[in-house]
């Protein structure tokens, strides 16, 4: 009888652990949820690269702040897909410092400049998770981001003719410091702990495309970001 029960309780034991082992890669109550996301960003630009100059460093770090959404759709095990919406603001500064000549030929000295951008985010994030518990994830993502920026504009403080003026011309424009490109895409990645339906996530995101429209020049927008969430 006393081996009969314990091989009872043995292969209860076991069909328990097999069962939390399976869920943690195969949960079975997976379901689609709609989540919100708080964000901080640290933008980290590259060096501008000039095909006969060389690398210059114009662009300072910077940080900002967004608000999103993101649809959370189960495929195959844990694994899921996670497209979103992000609206963002961040402030950068600009170390394009000195003399310079606008577009009729007048000379100006740069005494300050920052760059304020606001615009859009559109990430397809490709994920696993592991549920250790019924309350407790952790997940793992990379995937395509989209970026669009609504507005892009540099403000500086200038000195002409000894009189300081103020100026906020658009990054899209003609009298930009530096003229960039609307249109981005990075490959973003990172991680998320789900606690409930509360989540904190730690990520980044790697600029593709190249963000100057001066002629024979390149510069790359990277970030790294921490965010905030509630799953419904």
Known sequence: MKKLLLTAALTATTIAGASAQSTIFNNPDNEAYFGIRAMYNLKCPSDMKFDNVGKIGLLGKGS???VGLIYNVPMVANLYIEPGLTLYYNTESIKAMGSMVDTDGA?????HASMRKFGFRVPLMFGYHFDFTPDIKVSVFTGPELDVGFSNDQYMTVSVANQELHAAPSAYGDNAIIS???CNCNWKFGAGLSYDHYYLGVGGGIGI???SDIKYSTLYENYF???LGYNF
Request: aromatic share 6%.
């Open 180 to 182: 960039m490109h609307r």
């Open 64 to 66: 900002g702040v967004g």
């Open 209 to 211: 495309l190249n963000m």
């Open 107 to 111: 000379l100006f000295d740069v005494e």
């Open 225 to 227: 970001e921490v965010s």
